[in-house]
């Protein structure tokens, strides 16, 4: 039992949030736009996208203790970053941490499969994507966070590839408005991920992992994580005014404050990470909140215009 409470820890699963959400954002495009929606193709799809970003995480900590990164990084600020810390600890070994996001991505493509084989080969090619990505975002040669692309990377996988995958799932196709919906989450995805390598800088630096926060240095990047975070807004808002998503969709600006409180802390303190946890914590927050925000609006024109 105490070695399943471990392996369940390794997932990180408040995190999971970043791959539920565009799945469900999907979903809910898909439902406004063509009245499509099945349960269980709906949750095929969350399992699997939740397996292929679990499976992300635990290889991400298999391959971070296998270049040192992990190890020597004394600034970590948990639960944002510096991994699970269970290999640190001693509480699980590398090869039972490699096995479990074996598995973890043998599920997801399992999964995969039977919808690409019900719903289309479109499916595997987004998931084979994704599973790649995943698995050498830190894995060597390709080593994706080195290269300073892992934030796109990111931001392409977790926010336009899983919604516009979920979209598909549900109504055979892709469309303009799921693509459009995605944006905003693919920013603040990348925008989550960006803020949590503060405090991490030394320890990457260090091991030569050079995303763009230790290419940029703490001073210059904490102004592309302003842009960032102002950016998602402005993704939402361009295509309300164009009429190209839903009005209702501009719920998401009740999130304005937590945004601005998060830029602040950021600006006053990208240089101590304790002091800037609470920018981390409310980055994540606006994900989950944007995200959700959209798509209800999306099934809020749906309802509305049902009743006309």
């Given at each position: ?9 390794e ?8 791959s ?10 898909a ?31 298999y ?23 269970l ?9 039972t ?27 595997l ?11 050498f975002?830190?894995?060597p ?8 692309v892992?934030?796109?990377t ?17 109504a ?10 995605s ?83 950021a600006i ?41």
């Open positions: 039992m105490k070695k399943i409470l471990l392996l369940a820890e997932l990180r699963a408040p995190f999971l949030t970043a539920i959400v565009p799945v469900l954002l999907g979903a809910a495009v439902w406004s736009e063509t009245g499509e929606f099945s349960l269980s193709l709906f949750l095929l799809a969350l399992v699997a996208g939740v397996c292929l970003h679990a499976g992300t995480n635990v290889v991400n900590d391959f971070d203790h296998k270049s040192g990164n992990d190890e020597i990084n004394v600034e970590y600020v948990r639960p944002f970053t510096g991994g699970s810390r290999i640190q600890k001693g509480l699980l070994s590398p090869r941490v490699l096995v479990e996001a074996l598995v973890l991505f043998a599920v997801g493509g399992a999964i995969g499969i039977y919808l690409a084989v019900v719903r289309g080969p479109v499916i090619v987004l998931g084979v994507i994704g599973g790649l990505c995943g698995f975002y830190t894995a040669p390709v080593n994706i966070a080195a290269r300073g892992g934030e796109l990111v931001g392409l996988n977790f926010g336009v590839l899983m919604t516009l995958g979920s979209y598909y799932i549900q055979g196709r892709f469309s303009t408005g799921a693509f459009l919906a944006l905003p989450v693919a920013i603040l995805i990348a925008d989550v991920l960006f803020i949590n390598e503060f405090p991490d800088f030394t320890a990457d630096k260090a091991v030569g992992k050079n995303h763009l926060v230790v290419r940029l240095g703490k001073e210059r990047a904490v102004w592309g994580y302003l842009a960032l975070t102002l950016s998602a807004y402005l993704a939402v808002l361009i295509p309300v005014m164009t009429r190209a998503i839903p009005p209702y969709c501009l719920l998401a600006l009740v999130t304005v404050p937590i945004a601005m409180k998060a830029i602040n802390t006053l303190n990208y240089a101590d990470s304790a002091k800037l946890a609470p920018a981390n914590a409310a980055t994540i927050m606006l994900h989950l909140f944007i995200g959700v925000l959209v798509a209800a609006g999306f099934i809020l024109d749906r309802i509305f215009s049902l009743m006309r």
